[in-house]
């Protein structure tokens, strides 16, 4: 393992409400390696969102921080890229104008217009959206936007790939394209990764390692898991491995039977409240879940 | 081509005719019909109502007057020319005379007609419109960005709005007299007064929709933007701007839609150029020709505030990125 390039340490998130503090995260410690591909899972609402913005800058930790080569994370920026869940492209600019804003934001001066002209084209076509880069995001389809969405946050070059549920509203054959360039982009880049997902067998294709969370209020790491699968995978071939199969199911015990909530600590009609909420949720986990938004108190 | 493709041909022409036909009756037959119906009933009932300047006049009387105007503008124009070039000939006589002769050629002061009115109030309008959309939108802007400097204006802008511009105007006026002041003036004081009257009721919508439009941008496109650590300026320009263009449309929209109206009323109230004027010079004059010449003027100020909101939704469908924006 190389040197900790990513130190999460101490975080608490505290939200405020008109009922007071609402504490959505505690004590949230992480440590991820440079080039490792991390996936964070957990049911709906219980602060994976709130963790990635935290990296990203976004929202600022109550208590605790962030580390990025020995650097505290306090604004966002470009070396923490984020490709977020409902892809947030101008609508304004076509994809390759999409892709020109972050790139002349970052490489201006650096690069020469050709180089920006051939950075942006070269970024578009590792996501295979060469053909309709001239397109705006009114004019393609879901997953095409949430590829333009990837162009642009790999266009930055960044040090952190941050995904925060990136394929959660398109369909399973199009998702399944995505992650396959994903990996592949990660095997030619060996950026660091960060992707908060639903989708268990996702999570397992894709990841080093699986981060598992415990429900909220004050979610925290409920468990890591180590994904020993060698890379490059292939989705069919991999699905028939032991391992495989076995992180899968590991993953799945730890959302359906622990769901890291600490029932004894829990008083009786608020267990009862809980059972149906982790029902409810644990429909989210597999296949199609409708795209989740922050806000709902899971 | 066999006899199938053309029976389809056949069949689907009819087809395309038959929606072409109910789209014609929709968007042409129906407001003529329409219109049309409206004519009728005022040709009918206006001679029943006898005021004391004679019946009212009916669709037919107006365009007659109508038509007068046309002719009187045309005289004018005719009298205006002949004048120059009077004066043209006569300084070339002077010229010939005595080559180091001071010329000079006074401007024709005639009556202006009603033509030259509705000039007047359309290049007021225009004037005191972009003069305040000019001040409105970046004070919109920079409100809906800094919640500081909305709280600041906010009040303001509330205590402002319900205003009747046409309260301001004696202030207005009483301040250019006593502020405008030079030898060789631009514009003339009535002008100025009418332009800033309607500036003045043009700000609030604008900053108000501006700033409304600046705070609606999505919470994605921000972080977005914090992301690529864009400056004020890329901000400003790329992400708020573009988001906020209906918004702002929207409230110039209202803005020259108020500003015309107002604009009649402080004409006729303060006795400035234009078509306001014209309408209380004709009320004054009390011939028998003035409440068709009045009625004429009604027309046209109703098809000028029309054709100005129309040109606002031209230009927005220029400027604004989303091209689907229905004229409405
Ligand atoms: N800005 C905010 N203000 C108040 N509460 C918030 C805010 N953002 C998130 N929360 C709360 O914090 C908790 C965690 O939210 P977060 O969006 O991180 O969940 P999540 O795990 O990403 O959920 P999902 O899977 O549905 O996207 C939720 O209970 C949510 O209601
Ligand atoms: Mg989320």
Redesign the interface.
């Known amino acids: 393992m190389s040197i900790p390039h990513l130190e999460i340490t101490g975080v608490n998130m505290d939200f405020p409400t008109p009922k007071g503090p609402y504490r959505a995260l505690e004590n949230v410690n992480l440590k991820i390696n440079k080039g490792e591909f991390v996936s964070i899972i957990g049911h709906s609402g219980c602060g994976k969102s709130t963790v990635l913005n935290i990296v990203a800058g976004l929202y600022q930790a109550t208590a605790g921080g962030v580390i990025l080569n020995g650097q505290e994370v306090t604004v966002p920026g470009p070396e923490r890229a984020m490709v977020f869940q409902n892809h947030s492209l101008l609508p304004w600019l076509s994809s390759y104008e999409n892709v020109e804003l972050a790139v002349k934001q970052i490489f201006k001066g650096k690069k020469s217009k050709a180089e920006i002209k051939e950075w942006i084209e070269h970024n578009l076509s590792l996501v295979h959206m060469e053909h309709a880069m001239h397109k705006r995001p009114d004019e393609i389809s879901g997953g095409m936007k949430q590829r333009v969405g990837i162009a642009r946050a790999l266009a930055m070059e960044p040090e952190v790939l941050l995904l925060d549920e990136p394929f959660g509203a398109l369909d399973a054959l199009t998702r399944a394209h995505l992650q396959d360039s994903v990996m592949e982009i990660q095997a030619d880049l060996g950026n660091t990764m960060m992707m908060v997902t639903h989708d268990v067998d996702e999570a397992v294709l894709l990841s080093d390692r699986i981060v598992m969370m415990t429900n909220g209020p004050a979610a925290t790491v409920g468990e890591i898991l180590d994904v020993n699968i060698e890379r490059p995978r292939d989705r069919i071939e991999v699905s028939e491995q032991e391992t495989y199969n076995h992180c899968r199911h590991e993953v799945l015990r730890f959302l359906y039977a622990r769901h890291g909530a600490k029932e004894e600590d829990m008083p009786k009609e608020e267990k009862e409240e809980k059972a149906t909420v982790v029902k409810l949720a644990s429909s989210n986990i597999e296949g199609e879940a409708e795209p989740l938004k922050a806000g709902t108190h899971g | 081509m066999s006899t199938e493709t053309v029976d389809n041909a056949t069949k689907m022409f009819e087809f395309f005719a038959r929606i072409n036909a109910k789209q014609l009756v929709q968007s042409l037959v129906i407001p003529i019909v329409g219109v049309g119906i409206f004519l009728m009933l005022w040709g009918l009932l206006a001679p029943k109502v006898v005021t004391s300047l004679g019946a009212v006049p009916g669709p037919s009387q107006v365009y007659a007057q109508f038509q007068t105007l046309v002719e009187e503008h045309k005289e004018e124009r005719v009298k205006e020319t002949a004048f120059y070039e009077r004066q043209e000939k006569r300084n070339a006589k002077k010229l010939a005379e005595n080559p180091d002769a001071k010329t000079k050629i006074r401007p024709y002061t005639g009556n202006p007609t009603f033509f030259d009115q509705i000039g007047t109030s359309v290049f007021t309008v225009m004037a005191g419109f972009i003069l305040a959309s000019v001040i409105a939108i970046p004070i919109g802007i920079v409100a809906g960005l800094s919640k500081t400097v909305y709280a600041a204006i906010n009040p303001l802008v509330q205590i402002f709005k319900p205003v009747s511009p046409l309260a301001w105007l004696p202030i207005v006026t009483m301040i250019v007299s006593a502020t405008y002041v030079t030898n060789d003036p631009m514009f003339d004081k009535s002008f100025v007064n009418s332009a800033i009257t309607v500036l003045l009721c043009c700000l609030w919508p604008t900053i108000i929709s501006t700033a409304v439009g600046v705070t609606a941008v999505s919470k ?2 921000q ?2 933007s ?5 400056n004020w300026w ?1 901000h400003v320009t ?2 708020v701007l ?2 906020a263009i209906p918004m702002i449309f929207t409230g110039l929209r209202l803005s020259l839609g108020i500003a015309w109206m107002v604009l009649i009323a402080a004409e006729m109230l303060s006795q400035n150029p234009g078509l306001g004027k014209f309408v209380w010079d004709e009320f004054q004059n009390g011939s028998s020709n003035s409440l068709g010449r009045i009625m004429v003027a009604v027309v046209v100020i109703g098809l000028i505030g029309f054709l100005l909101d129309r040109t606002m939704l031209f230009l927005q469908s220029k400027v604004s ?2 091209k689907s924006v229905a004229l409405r």
């Open positions: 994605d496109l972080n977005v914090h992301v690529l650590r864009l890329t790329k992400i573009p988001s990125w989303d």
